[in-house]
C-alpha cells in the first residue's frame, strides 16, 4: 500500500507557472505508475497526465499538452506536475494517484488507479 500526499498548489494569475508535487510513502514507488488527475468545481474528474514506473513512457491530455510536464524520481519517491502558461480553466483540485504494474505503461482512466492522494487546489485568475 502507498500514501500520496500533494503539494504546490495556490493561487496565481493566467499565463503562470505552477509546480505541484505528490510524496509517495513506502520502499516500492518504482512499481507504480503515476498519474494527476484534475476535478473543477461541478465537473467530473479528469485525466491530465500519466507516467510510466520508471519514465520511459508519458501520456497528456490534450488540453494541457505542451504546457504541462509530467516527471518523476525514484530514489524521492516524487511525482511532479510542472505546469506552464496556465489558464482560467486549469483551475481545478489536482490529483495524483498511484497504480501498482510491472508494466511499463501509462494510464488514463481513474478507474485504473488504486491509491489517491488528498489533492492540491490550483486557482488561475484572468
Known amino acids: 500500500q502507498v500514501q500520496l500526499v500533494e503539494s504546490g498548489g495556490g493561487l496565481v494569475q493566467a499565463g503562470g507557472s505552477l509546480r505541484l508535487s505528490c510524496a509517495a510513502s513506502g520502499r516500492t514507488f518504482s512499481t507504480y505508475a503515476m498519474g494527476w488527475f484534475r476535478q473543477a468545481p461541478g465537473k467530473e474528474r479528469e485525466f491530465v497526465a500519466a507516467?510510466?514506473?520508471?519514465?520511459?513512457?508519458?501520456y497528456y491530455a490534450d488540453s494541457v499538452k505542451g504546457r504541462f510536464t509530467i516527471s518523476r524520481d525514484n530514489a524521492k519517491n516524487t511525482v511532479w506536475l510542472q505546469m506552464n502558461s496556465l489558464k482560467p480553466e486549469d483551475t481545478a483540485v489536482y490529483y495524483c494517484?498511484?497504480?501498482?504494474?510491472?508494466?511499463?505503461?501509462?494510464?488514463?482512466?481513474?478507474?485504473?488507479?488504486?491509491?489517491w492522494g488528498q489533492g492540491t487546489q490550483v486557482t488561475v485568475s484572468s
Open positions: 494517484a498511484a497504480h501498482p504494474t510491472p508494466y511499463y505503461s501509462t494510464y488514463t482512466r481513474d478507474r485504473d488507479y488504486d491509491y
Open positions: 507516467i510510466s514506473r520508471r519514465s520511459t513512457n508519458t
